[in-house]
């Protein structure tokens, strides 16, 4: 009997009560945070002579090809142009820049990104 008594007078407090809330905010906070960096899935563009940047919504069902990295000395502009001309070398259709960072090396930016080829159903379409 008086370990019920406890258990009523630990779960009924005010204390409990509050972290409790507490800790029902912060569950939704970070469920509703998980499902906003979760994206629609989108259609990749038609393919073209070039290679074309694309979101990671717009990757479902392309076959993965590879990666390639890139570090050059210049600005985040010049390491985006060579990613392209990566892509463009290699034959890709797509490609999606996963990051471009400064190295400790100041004005030196390296890069990744990953290449995607046509979708298998590109040509079933229309």
């Known amino acids: 009997m008086p370990?019920?008594?406890c258990f009523t007078l630990i779960f009924s407090s005010p204390l409990w009560s509050m972290t409790m809330r507490?800790?029902?905010?912060l569950l939704v906070l970070l469920l509703t945070g998980c499902s906003a960096l979760r994206g629609t899935p989108q259609p990749p563009p038609a393919p073209t002579a070039q290679s074309q940047q694309i979101s990671r919504?717009?990757?479902r069902g392309l076959p993965k090809l590879g990666t390639i990295t890139?570090?050059?000395r210049g600005s985040p502009d010049d390491?985006?142009?060579?990613?392209?001309?990566q892509a463009n070398r290699a034959g890709?259709?797509?490609?999606?820049?996963?990051?471009?960072?400064?190295?400790?090396v100041l004005g030196s930016w390296y890069?990744?990104?990953?290449?995607?080829?046509?979708?298998?159903?590109?040509?079933?379409?229309?």
């Open 111 to 126: 890069g990744t990104a990953l290449l995607y080829g046509p979708s298998p159903t590109a040509g079933t379409q229309q």
């Open 57 to 59: 919504e717009q990757t």
């Open 92 to 104: 890709a259709t797509y490609y999606q820049i996963l990051m471009i960072s400064e190295t400790v």
């Open 79 to 85: 390491a985006q142009r060579d990613l392209a001309a």
């Open 3 to 5: 370990a019920r008594g």
């Open 22 to 25: 507490k800790s029902l905010i």
């Open 70 to 72: 890139t570090t050059v």
